[in-house]
């Protein structure tokens, strides 16, 4: 294998990078190995997607990143909702890993009528899995009434034993929100072991607010008045506040945000959406099954955005701008004209510093393409990346940012990511807490891209500056001068 | 910092993160406007009444009248503690049976404590295996785990999911190895690790039983059980301890220090401490595997937390060892009672380095026993570690007046109260087992304290109580490094003191910092 740097580099890195899946498929048992062939891959300029299956079982025995359906639902799509309970309905476990570890930030006075980072658990004991747990969670909806008299409602996410020992959560849920006035009371099926990972928690959570939430809105009548700019701002979790820095753009340029999904979101704001003029969608993979549903039942349209990085900022303000009319559409230039000199500055002094760099990538949701961009406002290339639970219209919403030749890895086993990140050697590893340790003891930098290491917000113009500043702090760090002592050769 | 006035944004030159950036008037607006036009608000008079509801007597009764909701319970499930105890072990891979969901909580869970990696596999069940059991899960996860990970050995424990469907460990592993997934001498201990049974020091106590009699009762069948053949040995259990790394060394420092010939059964403080060097250890320290066959022979086992080792130490009490057990010593008395015990089970006196080790802390408490005297506290956290800290928070003067476990049951209650009633310091407390958190908040402020110890989530209780927080526990998320200090020894006990002193001299120094209104007495000698 040639790696003369003058002759067609794309050529090289696309031999390279088949040469390594080959090499790193190696060590599987054969059957493993013809599984995960299907998962690792380069991107093919011209392809329609980036030539990996997706959205299949991983294997067992090899450290998926992957989590269940139960994180999808709890700790992804209604744990934010905020003036809401939400009980981990089962043994204590999975509640508690799962509270407050997302940084799902609100406005609220919590355990009064704000209920966000709290963990409500029904903590099975052997009796409740023998005898059922109906009656107990009947009880704690109960208790949680009495206790907390301001929460606007209440869902049930059920953990694993719930579905096996057959509870009928349905049919609590139901009798209590008649004994509750007509309370908001949701069950949801997202027990762990349904589906692959916790796209399908995603998928039950938001047929679970269908169902329960703008089902049973549908029909009553409500004050509420409308505007033409109405529009609500779907799958931004908040993370650090990035819905935030999101929405005072969309302000800015006109529009009305009715409500939040779900970062900071309230029930209200979930009851109203399907009167807004349009849905502007950021994480596709979790929220694209609600959208599609106001689409065909209100007729309302959606439209996808990324606000990670200037250029994509001003393409997505422009692309939701397009279905308002022209003072949208001055509102959406203006913004962008607003924010430039900032941009301009920020770009001036961080990108000759980051220039060149190469970040290899593994996260959920939009992440793994969506900060592409924004790493190519500030000189950087991505040279390889892949989802823990995308499906294939992720990877081919994916064809749209990577370039020829990028390595492409789904569901990535941490046995791959290692020996990638070794071959590859990026400047900059960007992944999750289960990864950051593993990679900076090798002495890469790492920034967590699921929490943005509790700095953040990276969303919008205003998250741009604290990305661009973060990247350069990992980068550029002095401790990795330093990983191997001064009497050892240098690497 | 404000933004520019111009822009009203970001500003290159000083980058507003979370912190400051949301306090600016652009945002407050933007966070009002929301609040009134579409979140349909709670007035804030009512919120406020409620809040003000919460904090009384009669809130506190229906609070500690539930029954069927638990709220921030301070518990994890039993597979975390299944995987404490594994990692301990010599290039040893935890392998949970169940949905991989659940690893990927244990994996997260680990690392924001340590801020280590946390190298853990599952068998990735799914709706097939619950309707199928997790057979063939198995027998693929082994045989992947193996090729990929090259472990020494592979500790499998449950999830709740596999428990429910019956799943039988021995069974499947002994299916697999027939199978050629490992081979026939690979070693493979298990434990049964329901999640919906005890909390994560049970899970804890069933792998370490579960694989010493894995090595000692003839590792499943496969070949004969051991034969006790006593030696001039001890050996040592640490528990489900969050300062492993810190303790672990102390403890190690302490017995070569007295000559003790010693095993440590599971020593993860290595694995949870790795360089960075430029290399990713996955696994690194940890008691080797020839070393569990060969601690049968000991002539003693010593556990420095009772409760995480219960089945554990009743196991290797069947086998003819005798058997010592504390509950995590922290302080002068508690670290006394077991540097004695070690001299008399071994016959090696206390070296007089360790007395004037003993004599520090005691000079460090004469000191300043003062600024903690007659203090009030609170505190909660796992059994063993409730009482170190309550023995010592009574050696110090300081007074407990609520002690919580939401893992502790009858016997840890009863211990506790023994503690309490055998000093003077001790006669205004309560102990609450199997309360939460949310218990917490009524207790304190139904009847406040002056300080809180208690892990990272109690942060929520310092916020709505006023209560200042010692973090002391697990987890600790939001502070760095403290697990690589000790809390057990004399040492032990100077790193708790100091961690108690500072957050009382910070708490003096906040109260007396306003000029020309309390600074008189914002002293600099303390």
Redesign the interface.
């Known amino acids: 294998m040639s790696l003369t740097i003058e002759n067609a580099q794309p050529v090289n890195v696309k031999e390279r990078n088949k040469a390594l899946i080959k090499e790193v498929l190696q060590?599987?048992?054969e059957?493993?190995a013809k599984k995960r062939e299907k998962h690792l891959n380069l991107y093919e300029a011209g392809k329609t997607d980036c030539g990996v299956k997706s959205n299949i079982?991983?294997?067992?025995?090899?450290?998926?990143?992957?989590?269940?359906?139960?994180?999808g639902s709890k700790g992804v799509v209604w744990g934010p909702i905020k003036?809401m309970i939400h009980?981990s309905h089962?043994?204590?476990?999975?509640g508690?890993?799962?509270?407050?570890?997302r940084r799902n930030?609100y406005?609220g006075?919590?355990?009064?009528?704000t209920f966000v980072?709290?963990?409500?658990?029904?903590?099975?004991?052997?009796r409740?899995?023998v005898f059922g747990g109906d009656k107990?969670?009947a009880?704690?909806l109960?208790?949680?009434q009495?206790?907390f008299?301001?929460n606007?409602g209440i869902t049930i996410q059920s953990?694993?034993?719930i579905?096996?020992?057959g509870d009928d959560i349905e049919a609590v849920a139901k009798a209590k929100s008649k004994d509750f006035g007509g309370k908001t009371i949701v069950p949801v099926r997202c027990e762990?072991?349904?589906?692959?990972s916790?796209s399908l928690g995603h998928h039950i959570a938001n047929d679970s607010i269908r169902d329960w939430v703008l089902e049973k809105m549908a029909g009553k009548k409500e004050e509420f008045v409308s505007t033409p700019y109405d529009v609500a701002i779907i799958g931004d979790y908040n993370i650090?506040?990035d819905a935030?820095?999101s929405?005072?753009l969309l302000?800015e340029m006109g529009l009305r945000?009715?409500?939040?999904w779900s970062g900071?979101g309230?029930?209200?704001?979930l009851e109203?959406t399907p009167k807004v003029k349009l849905n502007i969608l950021h994480c596709y993979r979790s929220m694209n099954y609600i959208s599609r549903y106001m689409e065909e039942k209100f007729g309302i349209p959606w439209v996808e955005y990324n606000f990670f990085g200037p250029t994509k900022i001003a393409e997505s303000l422009r692309k939701i701008a397009s279905f308002f009319d022209d003072k949208i559409k001055e509102g959406a230039e203006k913004v962008i004209a607003?924010?430039q000199?900032?941009v301009d500055?920020?770009i001036?002094?961080y990108r000759p510093r980051l220039e060149g760099k190469k970040v290899m990538l593994f996260v959920g949701g939009l992440r793994p393409r969506h900060v592409i961009g924004a790493y190519e406002d500030l000189g950087m290339e991505v040279i390889g990346t892949g989802y823990e639970f995308g499906h294939n219209d992720d990877y081919q919403r994916t064809t749209h940012y990577v370039k020829d030749g990028t390595l492409i890895y789904d569901d990535v086993?941490?046995?791959e990511f290692?020996k990638f990140v070794e071959a590859l050697q990026p400047d900059l590893v960007g992944s999750?807490?289960?990864e950051?340790?593993?990679?900076?003891?090798?002495?890469f930098p790492f920034r967590q891209m699921h929490s943005w290491d509790y700095?953040?917000?990276y969303h919008g113009?205003?998250g741009f500056?604290?990305f661009?500043?973060d990247m350069d702090m990992a980068i550029n760090s002095p401790?990795w001068k330093m990983?191997?002592?001064p009497w050892k050769t240098t690497? | 910092m404000e933004t520019t006035e111009k822009t009203k944004s970001q500003n290159a030159d000083n980058v507003l993160d979370h912190f400051n950036l949301f306090r600016q008037p652009q945002y407050l607006q933007m966070f009002e406007k929301k609040k009134c036009e579409f979140e349909n608000p709670v007035p804030a008079e009512e919120v406020e009444k409620i809040r003000e509801w919460t904090k009384s007597w009669e809130y506190r009764e229906k609070n500690f009248a539930r029954e069927a909701i638990s709220i921030n319970p301070s518990k994890a499930c039993q597979p975390l503690g299944a995987i404490f105890a594994a990692v301990g072990f010599e290039g040893t891979l935890p392998f949970v049976h169940g949905s991989q969901g659940c690893v990927a909580y244990f994996r997260s869970h680990f690392s924001r404590h340590f801020k280590e990696p946390s190298s853990c596999v599952s068998s990735s069940m799914t709706e097939d295996a619950a309707v199928f059991g997790g057979l063939n899960n198995m027998i693929d996860g082994l045989a992947n785990s193996f090729s990929l990970y090259k472990p020494k050995m592979i500790a499998v424990s449950t999830t709740c999911m596999a428990e429910v469907i019956g799943d039988d460990l021995n069974a499947f592993i002994k299916n697999a190895r027939d199978k050629g997934s490992i081979p026939q001498d690979f070693d493979v201990p298990f434990a049964h690790t329901p999640s919906f049974v005890g909390s994560h020091i049970t899970g804890y106590d069933n792998m370490m039983k579960g694989i010493l009699s894995y090595f000692w009762d003839g590792k499943a069948g496969t070949v004969p059980p051991l034969e006790r053949k006593p030696v001039d040995r001890i050996n040592i259990i640490g528990g489900f301890d969050p300062y492993t790394v810190g303790n672990m060394r102390e403890l190690k420092r302490l017995l070569s220090l007295m000559g003790v010939n010693y095993l440590i059964l599971s020593d993860n403080s290595d694995v949870w401490d790795t360089p960075t060097d430029g290399t990713f250890r996955m696994y690194d320290g940890g008691t080797k595997l020839a070393e569990i066959s060969d601690a049968i022979h000991s002539k003693a086992t010593v556990s420095i937390q009772g409760f995480c080792t219960e089945k554990t130490i009743s196991y290797i009490n069947e086998k003819g060892q005798q058997t010592v057990v504390f509950h995590c010593p922290i302080g002068v008395r508690a670290t006394d009672a077991f540097l004695m015990e070690i001299s008399k089970l071994t016959g090696k006196p206390i070296p007089e380095e360790l007395e004037k080790e003993r004599g520090r802390l005691v000079d460090a408490i004469a000191d300043s026993n003062a600024h903690i005297h007659g203090k009030r506290f609170a505190l909660f956290g796992d059994p063993d570690m409730t009482l170190g800290l309550t023995g010592f928070l009574l050696e110090l003067g300081a007074e407990p007046i609520h002690v919580l476990c939401t893992n502790g049951g009858k016997e840890w209650e009863e211990k506790a109260k023994a503690l309490l009633e055998a000093s003077p310091f001790g006669k205004n407390c309560n102990v609450y087992a199997g309360k939460d958190l949310w218990h917490m908040r009524s207790l304190l402020f139904t009847e406040p304290v002056d300080f809180l110890i208690g892990n990272t989530y109690a942060k929520y209780l310092e916020r709505d109580t006023g209560t200042p927080l010692i973090r002391i526990g697990f987890p600790i998320f939001d502070r760095h490094h403290h697990h690589r200090y000790p809390i057990w020894g004399y040492q032990g006990g100077l790193n708790v003191l100091v961690w108690i002193l500072d957050k009382i001299f910070d708490e003096m120094d906040k109260n007396t910092i306003v000029p020309a209104k309390s600074d008189y007495s914002y002293d600099i000698i303390r």
Request: net charge positive.
């Open positions: 060590v599987y048992p059957k493993a079982k991983s294997l067992p025995g090899v450290m998926t990143i992957r989590g269940c359906a139960y994180a003036d009980i089962g043994p204590v476990g999975c508690q890993y799962s509270w407050a570890s930030y406005i006075t919590t355990g009064i009528d980072t709290m963990q409500f658990t029904t903590d099975f004991q052997e409740d899995i107990k969670l009880k704690a109960e208790e949680l009495e206790l008299p301001l606007k953990e694993c034993p579905g096996l020992i762990g072991f349904r589906g692959v916790q650090g506040g935030w820095t929405r005072i302000e945000v009715v409500a939040q900071d309230s029930l209200k704001e109203r607003k924010y000199p900032m500055a920020v001036a002094k086993t941490g046995f290692e999750g807490i289960k950051k340790y593993v990679f900076q003891k090798m002495g700095s953040g917000p113009y205003d500056a604290i661009a500043r401790v990983t191997a002592a690497k």
